[in-house]
């Protein structure tokens, strides 16, 4: 079963810090795109930030210079350094990843999401 597994979400203090990991598992050709994105309730779910397989990288503006997107493509697992966290990243994340499947001799994309993982930040 390919699937996206989360980890590392919890409470903190403004100011603090936490590190999310969400691994890749199953029978994926490759991986393209990996993101994070998060929904607090009563609002749309928004894109935090992204990476390409070469290492390119695309962030929210209310995130830049406060959180760092990374990957391990050997590992198939993304990460996502916060840092100087506000009351207002207070939300569920959901790790995202744009992956290549095989079926018999036929390849395909698929998009997978993760389970989400709660982060409350309190002032």
């Known amino acids: 079963q390919v699937q996206l597994v989360e980890s590392g979400g919890g409470s903190v203090q403004a100011g603090g810090s936490l590190r999310l990991s969400c691994a890749a598992s199953?029978?994926?050709?490759?991986?393209?795109?990996m993101g994070w994105y998060r929904k607090d309730p009563g609002k749309q779910r928004e894109l935090v930030a992204t990476?390409?397989?070469?290492?390119?990288?695309n962030y929210a503006d209310s995130v830049k210079g406060r959180f760092a997107i990374s990957r391990d493509n050997a590992k198939n697992t993304v990460y996502l350094q916060m840092n100087s966290l506000k009351p207002e990243d207070t939300a569920v994340y959901y790790c995202?990843?744009?992956?290549?499947?095989?079926?018999?001799?036929?390849?395909?994309?698929?998009?997978?999401w993760g389970q989400g993982t709660l982060v409350t930040v309190s002032s």
């Open positions: 995202n990843a744009q992956v290549i499947l095989r079926t018999l001799s036929i390849f395909h994309n698929r998009e997978l």
């Open positions: 199953g029978s994926i050709v490759s991986i393209n795109t």
């Open positions: 990476i390409t397989s070469g290492g390119g990288t």
